[in-house]
């Protein structure tokens, strides 16, 4: 039997369009710059990210451009011209941002598809603010109770309440990626009454993260008196990790300053389960002397009988 010419064969395939020619592929390398990204309207363009990403869509082209998202892969897809528009792509685990500056124009004669993208990191991420591990005596000085959990060089309450108030009060470009944190649902008409008994405050939750085991609750204070108010976390009623104010006090009713956010550190459940009447379990009769807290004791036992 004559023997096949393979190398002939494979060419043949490839004329014929057996076997498809690779595509190329334009790399884009993040390095904090928005990156372009052209359209060409009724041509759908493939953006690879190799992450799970949100894409904000400005209201302005959203009628005019077909946004999908899978497995790492961005599709975009215009009916009709864009003018330079700026679209957000956030990594739905850390947060981090990456923006893209697109636009749309009517195909010209004669012009090729537009190839597909690869959005690729510049260089090794820097160490970021809560993450990474600390060394030698600082690292035994955050190391989490459950080893199982990592090291982290910054107390994850701090990591938490940090990340909150960037949420709320920066730019969302600004917003510091941290690994492992996540938006967690809110228990709707949540009853925060107990919360500030001793204040004529209204309190309200507003958005909560996890990290971890600990959670931070973000809850929005205004000021329902006409006087000044001063904040201070030891008024707070229940089980909390930490406490941190916005602002150290609410102006009267009706004024700019009538409103601040604060953030609580829970562990092991939202703030729901945080609120009276949970009971904590720090036994503060413990910093008693023994004859004032023989006397509690006593005094409860009394009343039991």
Known sequence: MKPVNWSALAGVLLILGVVPASQAVEILRWERLPLPVPLVVGQERVVFIDRNVRVGVPASVGDHLR????????????????????????????????????????????????????????????????????????????????????????????????????????????????????????RRGLALDTLLPTLPVHARALAAWRLEDQWVTAVRLTNTSARWLDLDPRALQGNFVAATFQHPNLGPAGTPSDTTVLYLVTRGHGLAESLL?????????????????????????????
């Open 67 to 186: 946004v999908q998202s899978a497995g790492g892969a961005i599709y975009l897809r215009a009916s009709e011209p864009i003018p330079p528009t700026r679209l957000q792509l956030q990594d739905v685990e850390s947060g981090a941002l990456i923006l893209l500056d697109i636009a749309a124009e009517p195909a010209k004669d004669g012009q090729a598809p537009l190839e597909p993208v690869r959005i690729v990191e510049a260089e090794a991420p820097a160490k970021r603010y809560g993450g990474g591990a600390a060394s030698g005596a600082d690292e035994q000085a955050v190391a989490p109770a459950d080893k199982s959990l990592p090291r982290r060089e910054t107390p994850v309450p701090v990591v938490l309440t940090r990340h909150a108030a960037q949420n709320l009060y920066a730019p969302l470009r600004t917003v510091e990626p941290v690994a492992g944190i996540g938006r967690v649902n809110l």
């Open 277 to 305: 009447p949970a009971l904590s379990p720090i036994d503060a009769t413990v910093n008693l002397p023994p004859a004032a807290a023989a006397a509690a004791a006593g005094s409860t036992g009394g009343a039991r009988d």
